[in-house]
C-alpha cells in the first residue's frame, strides 16, 4: 500500500519531514505534482526520496484519483500545500480514505468565506468585504486603517496596510497590474501581538500543540521576521480558538492558525489547514520531542489523538527562536553564510539558506525576500537567545 504525497513544489516539510517520516513508519510514497522537475533535482542526494515522482494536475480531484487507481491501492492521501487541501481531502473522500472535510478546507483557504462563516454563526464580526475582479473597491467601506490581500493568498504577498481610501485605490489599482483576475479582500486592521495556535486533529477533537510570537517587518507590508516559542496562552484565549476552528469545520490532520489579541477576544487572521511552515515545523517537532510528521501522517491513516504521545505544550522544557533573515534591497546576493548545524553550550543552532549566492531578485515587500532562516533551540531563553545573537552578529548576507 502506498501513501501519496501532493505537492506544488518541494519543501523542506516534504523533503526533511514527511518523506523520512514515512520511511520511518514503513510507508512507500508516491509523490503527486504539477512540477516533477523541481522534485526529481531536490530528491537527487537525499536519504529517503519517494518512491517515485509523479506529473498530475494536483487542484483536480479526479486527476489525483486517477493517478492513484492507475499506480496503486493508496493507504492514505495526503498534502502540506495550502492550495492543495480541497482536492486532496475530495480525492481522498472519492477513495474512501480518512481525509479533511472539503468545505472546511475551501473556508480556511478563502478568507472571505472564513470571515463571513465566523460571522454567520456568531462568533466573530470582524468587517470585510470581497472585491471581485474589476470591481470598484467598497463605496461605503470607511473602517480604516485597513488591510487588503488576496483571498487565498500566501507569504503575506500583496498584502497591504492601507490608510485611506486614496491609499487603498492605489494599492488594488498596484495589485491588479499585476494579477488582474485576483479576487481580493478588505477586512478592518486588527491591532496587536500576532501569535500563532498550532493543533493535530482527527475525526473528532483538536489537540493544541503550540503557539509561536510573530514579529512582523514595520507596514505597510507584513513580512514575518521572527517566531518565538511562546505557548503561555490563557485558558479561555484557548477554547475560543478552538471554538472557531471548531466551527470552520477543522479536523483531520495538522492546522497553522494566525490570530491577534484584542480587546474582545482572539481575532483569527487567517487559517492554514496545514503544518505550519518556514522549517517552523521541523523546529516544532524537535523542541516537542515527538515525531510530528509521523503523527500527521498517522492521523490520515485512521489513527486517533489518543495513540500519539502529545506533550502539554506549557510544560515543554526549554525555548526556541526562528529569525527569518530578509533582503532590505533587491539585488543580487553577492556573500552569505551557506548551511550551519552546530551545537554549542546545549544549544542546536541551523541556518539554513533560501536564496543561493550569486542570484538577483527585486525586493517584493513580502516573505518571498526571505534570504536565510536561523533556528535555535535549547533549554532555555537566554541560552538560545544569545547563541542567535551571536550567529546573526557574526554573519552578513550582502546584497549589491
Known amino acids: 500500500m502506498i501513501l501519496y504525497l501532493v505537492a506544488g513544489l518541494p519543501t523542506d516539510s516534504i523533503t526533511a519531514g514527511f518523506l523520512p517520516a514515512a520511511a520511518r513508519l514503513g510507508l512507500d510514497t508516491v509523490l503527486l505534482t504539477d512540477t516533477p522537475e523541481p522534485h526529481v533535482a531536490a530528491y537527487a542526494d537525499v536519504a529517503h526520496p519517494p518512491g517515485r515522482v509523479e506529473q498530475c494536475a494536483v487542484h483536480r480531484p479526479d486527476d489525483i484519483i486517477d493517478a492513484v487507481r492507475r499506480i496503486g491501492p493508496a493507504v492514505g492521501v495526503l498534502s502540506n500545500g495550502d492550495g492543495l487541501q480541497m482536492s486532496t481531502a475530495l480525492a481522498a473522500d472519492f477513495l474512501g480514505l480518512p481525509g479533511k472535510n472539503w468545505r472546511a478546507a475551501l473556508r480556511c483557504k478563502d478568507k472571505a468565506f472564513m470571515r463571513q462563516h465566523l460571522t454567520d454563526v456568531g462568533l466573530e464580526s470582524v468587517r470585510h468585504a470581497a472585491i471581485v475582479p474589476g470591481a470598484e473597491v467598497p463605496p461605503a467601506w470607511a473602517a480604516f486603517p485597513a488591510v487588503v490581500k488576496p483571498r487565498t493568498g500566501v507569504a503575506s504577498e500583496d498584502c497591504y496596510l492601507v490608510a485611506d481610501r486614496g491609499d487603498l485605490v492605489r494599492r488594488v489599482d498596484e495589485i491588479r497590474r499585476r494579477h488582474p483576475q485576483l479576487p481580493l479582500v478588505l477586512e478592518e486592521y486588527l491591532p496587536g501581538e500576532l501569535r500563532t495556535f498550532e493543533t493535530l486533529g482527527d475525526a473528532e477533537r ?12 514595520p507596514p505597510p507590508v507584513f513580512i514575518e521576521e521572527r517566531h518565538t516559542w511562546a505557548p503561555d496562552l490563557d485558558p479561555a484565549v484557548t477554547g475560543a480558538l478552538l471554538t472557531a476552528l471548531t466551527a470552520l469545520g477543522v479536523g483531520l490532520g495538522a492546522c497553522h492558525a494566525e490570530f491577534v489579541l484584542t480587546p474582545g477576544g482572539p481575532r483569527l487572521i487567517e487559517v492554514n489547514y496545514r503544518l505550519i511552515g518556514d522549517r517552523v515545523d521541523l523546529v516544532l517537532a ?6 510530528l510528521f509521523e503523527y500527521v501522517i498517522r492521523l490520515h491513516l485512521g489513527e486517533k489523538l489518543e495513540a500519539l504521545s502529545l506533550p502539554v505544550s ?14 532590505e534591497r533587491g539585488g543580487r546576493l553577492r556573500s552569505a553564510p551557506g548551511w550551519e548545524d552546530s551545537t554549542t553550550g546545549g544549544v542546536h543552532l541551523t541556518c539554513r539558506p533560501i536564496r543561493d549566492t550569486g542570484t538577483h531578485a527585486p525586493l517584493r515587500g513580502t516573505n518571498r525576500d526571505h534570504l536565510a532562516v536561523v533556528s535555535a533551540v535549547g533549554p532555555d531563553r537566554e541560552r538560545v537567545e544569545t547563541a542567535l545573537t551571536e550567529f546573526l552578529a557574526g554573519n552578513q548576507w550582502v546584497i549589491r
Open 314 to 327: 506549557t510544560r515543554v522544557a526549554g525555548h526556541a527562536v526562528l529569525h527569518h533573515v530578509r533582503a
Open 206 to 217: 483538536l489537540a493544541v500543540v503550540g503557539s509561536w510570537r510573530t514579529t512582523l517587518s
Open 286 to 291: 524537535e523542541l516537542l520531542g515527538v515525531p
